[in-house]
C-alpha cells in the first residue's frame, strides 16, 4: 500500500512538474551537445533535472507517509505546500545554497567597479561553465548570491558586465525573490486544494489506471499554472531590474550589455519567452525612463 501511495504522490504532489522541467532541461542539455554548442543559457540542465528527481522520491515517500500517520489536516497542508513550493523555487533556495559552500564548480569574484554600497550583503560568485547567463539567488539573507557564468566574465567589457550584475542586484533591492515566492506560495496552496479534492474524489474509484491518469491530468494542470502565474510576474520584474541598472550606470550601457549578452547567447534574449520580455521591449522599456 505504501508502495502504491508512493506512485499517486509521485506524480500528485507536482511531481509530474517537476519531471516535465527535468525533461526539457535534459533534452536541452543533449541537443546541445548534438549540435556542437558552446554555450548554454542554463546552469546544470543535466544535474538539475536529477537532482529533482531524487528530491521528488524522497519527498513522495514523507509525503504518503504524513498522509497515512498524521492526523491533524494542518500538518498535512503545510508538508504539501512547502513540498511544492520548494520545487518551483528550487533556483532561489536550494541552488544558492548549494554554492555558497562551493558544491560545484563556483569560484569567488569580486567586482571592483560596485560601490561598496551595492554589493554589501551580497555573495559574487563565478561558475566555471559555458553559461552565458546570470542569476540573482537566495531569499534568506545570508544566501543572497549572484551567479556569473564564465562566458560573460570573458566576453563583456567590465562596463556591460557591471550593468548586467546591477540588473541582477536589482532583482534583490527589489525583493523581487521574496515576491515571487510569495505568488508561488499562494498558487500552490490553491493547487494544494485541488490536488486534494481530486484525490478525494478518487477515494470512490476502485481503478488504480483510472486514478494515476485523473491524478496526472490534474498534476498538468498545476504543474502548468506554477510555471504561468510566476512567469507572468517575473515577466514585470524584467522590465524593473532593468530600470534599475540603466538608472546607476546609464541607459546607453545597459542597452550595450543586453544587445553584446544577446549575441553571444546565441540570441536568446531577441525571442523572450513567459518569463522574459523580448529585447525590443527590454530597450524600448530602459529608453523610456
Not at 560596485?114 to 545570508?142: C, R
Not at 544587445?259 to 521591449?281: C, E, M, R, V, W
Request: neutral net charge.
Amino acid at each position: 500500500m505504501i508502495l502504491i501511495n508512493m506512485v499517486k504522490y509521485f506524480l500528485y504532489g507536482s511531481l509530474l512538474y517537476s519531471l516535465l522541467i527535468s525533461i526539457g532541461f535534459v533534452i536541452e542539455w543533449v541537443v546541445a551537445r548534438i549540435n556542437k554548442k558552446k554555450y548554454s543559457t542554463v546552469f546544470d540542465e543535466y544535474s538539475f533535472g536529477l537532482n529533482l528527481v531524487g528530491y521528488g522520491v524522497i519527498f513522495s515517500f514523507l509525503l504518503s507517509i504524513s498522509d497515512k500517520y498524521l492526523e491533524v489536516a494542518f500538518f498535512k497542508i503545510i508538508i504539501g505546500v512547502l513540498f511544492i513550493t520548494s520545487i518551483v523555487s528550487y533556483f532561489h533556495l536550494i541552488a544558492p545554497i548549494r554554492h555558497l559552500f562551493n558544491i560545484g564548480k563556483t569560484q569567488d569574484f569580486y567586482p571592483s567597479f560596485l560601490s561598496a554600497e551595492l554589493s554589501e550583503g551580497y555573495h559574487f560568485k563565478v561558475v566555471d561553465k559555458a553559461v552565458v547567463n546570470a542569476f540573482s539567488t537566495g531569499i534568506l539573507p545570508f544566501s543572497r548570491t549572484i551567479l556569473i557564468g564564465k562566458p560573460l566574465i570573458d566576453s563583456l567589457s567590465d562596463n556591460e558586465l557591471h550593468s548586467i550584475i546591477l540588473h541582477e542586484i536589482g532583482h534583490l533591492r527589489e525583493r523581487h525573490l521574496i515576491k515571487l515566492y510569495g505568488v508561488i506560495l499562494v498558487v500552490s496552496l490553491l493547487n494544494y486544494f485541488l490536488l486534494y479534492g481530486i484525490i478525494e474524489f478518487l477515494h470512490d474509484l476502485n481503478n488504480i489506471v483510472l486514478e494515476l491518469i485523473i491524478i496526472a491530468m490534474g498534476s498538468g494542470l498545476t504543474g502548468f499554472l506554477l510555471w504561468f502565474v510566476p512567469g507572468k510576474f517575473q515577466y514585470k520584474m524584467e522590465y524593473e531590474a532593468d530600470a534599475f541598472a540603466a538608472k546607476i550606470n546609464g541607459v546607453e550601457n545597459m542597452s550595450q550589455a543586453l544587445k553584446h549578452l544577446d549575441q553571444i547567447s546565441g540570441f536568446s534574449i531577441t525571442k523572450g519567452g513567459i518569463s522574459h520580455p523580448a529585447l525590443i521591449k527590454r530597450l524600448e522599456n530602459i529608453h523610456s525612463l
